[in-house]
């Protein structure tokens, strides 16, 4: 989106499984190497009605929908807001609206070849930023009750109709302060703070950023510290749908720490970067800027991460 370019963005679709793919222009331009870049999905497809598609724009271009399998688009004037949070605005890297961040379709309200009635889009905003559709896209509302004055980095709706959320001060994926984890049940419409280290305690030194539910299991949950660098960044899973988390690693004795995983680098002995730290820090390290977890959907033993 900075000022030295004017080419706008691209929808590209499939229908050979990636062998050949079609070009769809968007009249605005995409930013997907710009801040908050990894807050998402932006793209989501209708899981009952697959010609339908939405798209969350940045720089204030709101919500587009096409309802032909991404050949066109067309914005959805009747989404009310396109989002107000600007990273910095004194230059043009970090000075753009964020925008429209996620799209979270509830599968369970709509049928095969039917259009899923209910929608969740969350957006940049300090403010409300969680919205809801029950009537298929036609008219929308701030979700009641919903937490204030961080940013929605991710919405992940498990098959027992609970929406997780991760939380940040900051868009990401270099910052993060302070940030918290939500869970919101769809079916009675409270919320509740499920933090592993909630934004009050002293110990909260980042945001929350990747998030992941097992599709087999929708009581385990995955979130990622969204900035940890030092030592190194930290994953959480929870067995029980957020009432406890255990951590990847742990201190023990500084700067001694005890660790939760094994890793093996063969296949990308780069990862070590011919570091050569100092404790508490080692090699390779797990990362940092995490703003994306998937447990495999077959393989619940399973995880990738960015």
């Given at each position: 989106t900075n000022e030295w370019t004017n080419q706008n963005g691209a929808i590209l679709r499939s229908t050979n499984r990636g062998n050949s793919f079609l070009r769809t222009n968007l009249p605005f331009k995409v930013g997907g190497n710009m801040a908050g870049r990894s807050m998402?999905?932006?793209?989501?497809?209708?899981?009952?009605?697959?010609?339908?598609?939405?798209?969350?724009?940045?720089?204030?271009?709101?919500?587009?929908?096409?309802?032909?399998?991404?050949?066109?688009?067309?914005?959805?004037?009747s989404f009310p807001v396109a989002g107000t949070y600007v990273e910095d605005p004194s230059n043009s890297y970090t000075g753009d609206i964020i925008g429209v961040v996620w799209v979270t379709f509830d599968r369970r309200t709509g049928t095969p070849g039917n259009t899923t009635q209910t929608i969740y889009v969350g957006v940049a905003d300090k403010g409300n930023s969680v919205y809801r559709s029950t009537d298929a896209g036609a008219t929308w509302a701030a979700v009641p009750g919903q937490p204030r004055g961080f940013l929605p980095h991710h919405g992940v709706l498990a098959s027992n109709g609970m929406l997780y959320i991760t939380y940040s001060d900051g868009a990401g994926p270099y910052d993060g302060e302070k940030g918290d984890v939500w869970r919101y049940?769809?079916?009675?419409?409270?919320?509740?703070l499920i933090s592993p280290v909630p934004s009050s305690s002293a110990d909260d030194y980042f945001g929350y950023?990747?998030?992941?539910?097992?599709?087999?299991?929708?009581?385990?949950?995955?979130?990622?510290?969204?900035?940890?660098?030092?030592?190194?960044?930290?994953?959480?899973?929870?067995?029980?749908?957020?009432?406890?988390?255990?951590?990847?690693?742990?201190?023990?004795?500084?700067?001694?720490?005890?660790?939760?995983?094994?890793?093996?680098?063969?296949?990308?002995?780069?990862?070590?970067?011919?570091?050569?730290?100092?404790?508490?820090?080692?090699?390779?390290?797990?990362?940092?800027?995490?703003?994306?977890?998937?447990?495999?959907?077959?393989?619940?033993?399973?995880m990738m991460y960015g």
């Open positions: 998402g999905e932006r793209l989501a497809i209708d899981p009952n009605r697959n010609s339908i598609l939405y798209f969350g724009a940045r720089s204030g271009n709101g919500l587009w929908r096409s309802t032909n399998f991404g050949e066109s688009w067309a914005r959805v004037t049940d769809t079916s009675s419409g409270s919320w509740t950023g990747g998030l992941a539910v097992d599709a087999q299991n929708p009581n385990i949950v995955m979130v990622a510290a969204l900035n940890s660098w030092w030592p190194d960044t930290i994953l959480f899973r929870s067995l029980n749908g957020g009432a406890t988390w255990t951590r990847i690693w742990d201190w023990t004795s500084y700067p001694n720490r005890s660790f939760r995983y094994l890793q093996n680098i063969t296949a990308a002995p780069w990862l070590n970067f011919n570091a050569n730290p100092q404790l508490p820090e080692i090699t390779p390290k797990l990362g940092w800027m995490v703003g994306d977890l998937e447990i495999d959907p077959f393989n619940s033993n399973r």
